[in-house]
């Protein structure tokens, strides 16, 4: 995977993805990509996986990464999981063997905007309940060098915030083994 495999999306073709990604839906979507990060900037693709409370995703280094945001500089459990939109990631990537470049351990078909989301929300997703979290998920150096600068400015515009186009984060309530595939599910 690198990010020379496809061309960085022009600002038009961005703004032509929108009425595609608002498409998705908004109470039941689809797990499409499980990606596992077992170092910096490596990449494994899962058909199934296991999330845990004290791991996130089980074999991920979420909780191996130190974080500022914590008194002890220990991983931050708001941001115990990264969760992007399917569509605003093929909107940004292009084909699903370059989503994982974005750096999230899950890819989902739903709205993921703060809208139909906001922080508190529960997700069933397999046999796993996660919780959206406040902590924003914002595009980095890393994501703007693999899609471009202007995807970078496309997820973090005022649009693109309203609608999480970089992403969410959650954190793992309730244990459980996902599967790509599986119903994503948003609790009332």
């Known amino acids: 995977m690198t990010a020379d ?12 993805s ?5 498409q998705a839906p908004a109470d039941n979507g689809t797990l ?8 910096v900037d490596e990449r494994e693709v899962l058909e199934s996986g296991t999330l845990s409370q004290e791991e996130g995703l089980v074999g991920d280094t979420w909780n191996q990464r130190g974080s500022s945001k914590t008194p002890d500089g220990g991983p931050l459990l708001d941001a115990q999981l990264n969760i992007m939109n399917a569509r605003a990631a093929a909107a940004v990537a292009g084909p699903i063997e370059r989503w994982a470049l974005a750096g999230d351990q899950l890819y989902i078909d739903l709205d993921i905007s ?8 529960r997700l069933a997703l397999g046999e796993a309940v996660i919780e959206v979290t406040a902590e924003p998920h914002t595009g980095c150096g890393k994501f703007s060098s693999r899609f ?26 309730h244990p459980g ?3 790509t595939g599986d119903t994503v599910t948003r609790l009332p």
């Open 148 to 173: 471009g600068l202007d995807a970078l400015r496309f997820v973090n515009s005022p649009t693109g915030r309203a609608l999480n186009l970089r992403g969410i984060n959650a954190r793992v309530i």
């Open 32 to 39: 499409k990509l499980i990606v596992r990060r077992p170092a």
């Open 177 to 179: 083994p996902i599967h």
């Open 5 to 16: 495999s496809a061309h960085h999306r022009t600002p038009g073709e961005l703004e032509a």
């Open 18 to 22: 929108l009425p595609h990604i608002r």
């Open 114 to 121: 703060i809208e139909t989301l906001p922080p508190g929300t």
